[in-house]
């Protein structure tokens, strides 16, 4: 078999079900048994390898491996010479960016980071840590956290850089928010001498398009109607579409068929809208992906 065309890291850990899900949903079908870090993918251009995604710069840079989804967040602490090819809006719990924050307990007196001098920081961000407190001039003593960060302050840490979507396991905590250092998505990154690869690059970018697709068609639902078609610029007026509907004849000349992609949301308004507009036959239906 011909060596696949473009290796690519996967994140093992809280972004791993989501990512591997997304990949079947854009249409990959990739088995992997639960102690293998090699999974099978059904594109044969494509070898897969899991690994952390704290480690994937680190590798992309280095060529190991063509290109490797992480995010933003351990770029920067690798301080990795690498291409973000794009940015890719899901974590393991919603489709927001993420913030590493500053946090502290809530009851103790610490307003800034600059009140902070002298202290412990428990983290799993040291050195974007280290060169956040440096940039402010606040000798601070940076300590990794090997996890379960939130439970350490007051008794094991001053305070701790941690990362959060919502700020609820922050706030269970008893932790209060004082900075942000940065924010933080999910993105697909590429080795240089790769992304300079014609073959390689078209590549991604044919897998970018897939995985963007799909994650839009989240927001979508596709919608038919028929209409008599005295009555179709009536419902042709109502629907919203990302172009103008489709609208083909049915074999009763004097109606038509009408297919249209509208957003999930509008839904609820917009069916009862065509009822009463003389639609009939209204079919709402899931769609896989949005490619505008």
Known sequence: MDKPLLSLGMPKGSLEESTFSLFNKAGFNIKRGSRSYYPECDDPELDLIVMRPQEIPRYVEQGIIDAGITG???????????????????????????????????????????????????????????????AKGVNVRVEFSWGATEVKPPRLADAIVDITETGSSLKANRLRIIDTLMETCTVIIANKTAWADGNKRGKLENLTMLLHGTLDAENYVGLKCNVEESGLGKIISILPALHNPTVSKLSDGNWCAVDTILPAQQTKQIIPLLKRAGASGIIEYPVSKVIA
């Open 72 to 134: 933003q967040d351990w770029v920067a602490e690798n301080e990795a010479d690498i291409v973000e090819v794009t940015e890719l809006r899901y974590s393991k719990a919603s489709r927001q960016k993420c913030r590493w924050v500053l946090a502290v307990p809530e009851d103790s007196p610490f307003q800034r980071a600059e009140d902070l001098a002298g202290k412990h920081i428990a983290t799993e961000l040291v050195g974007t840590t280290k060169r956040f407190f440096d």
